[in-house]
């Protein structure tokens, strides 16, 4: 036989109640509101609450292993993370003599995953760029890139009157 907690069963009972006031508000005129209309509704609403129930454990989660950073950190982890990333990768944006080049590894290019709409966001998207461009650098066995170059693709999203940007770095991987 299945153990129902009685905190599952008042929380159930208090969703149907929920939902049947939902329904005397969407249907204010209507008297007969069909029991199969409350359930149903009762169980989207508890499939709701399921829902943001596993959001929260996900976010604790996260935070307890670290992996999840405040909005408000986030440029700051971004930014010192760039930081770390430049003292591994040289950044050029002119060429550097032919002779203190010893190996030349490719082109590397950083495209930033934000669609920035301000200038904030831009800031972030730009440094995101370099970032990405930075680590494949360093993934290549890169110690600096030259000729660095940032570009903007500007777009209006789909279904949207706004535009958006998106930075894109360019280089060329090389060990100095």
Known sequence: MVSVEPRFVVKFVVRIVEAYVALMIIKPGDQELALANIVLAAVAVGLIEVTFQQVRRRLR???REGT?????DFPKVLAEALKRAQAEVKVF???IPPDRVKETLGMVRGVSDT???S?????LAE???LLIMLKQA????ANAVVGVALTTGT?????SQWQVSRPVYTGTAVRI
Request: net charge negative; proline share 3%; aromatic share 12%.
């Open 93 to 95: 944006t002119h060429a």
């Open 138 to 141: 360093y993934d290549l066995g």
């Open 119 to 123: 200038s904030r966001d831009f800031r």
């Open 115 to 117: 669609e920035a709409a």
């Open 61 to 63: 989660q996260a935070e």
């Open 155 to 159: 777009y209006e999203t789909s279904g």
């Open 68 to 72: 999840l950073y405040p909005a408000d």
């Open 127 to 129: 440094q995101e760029a």
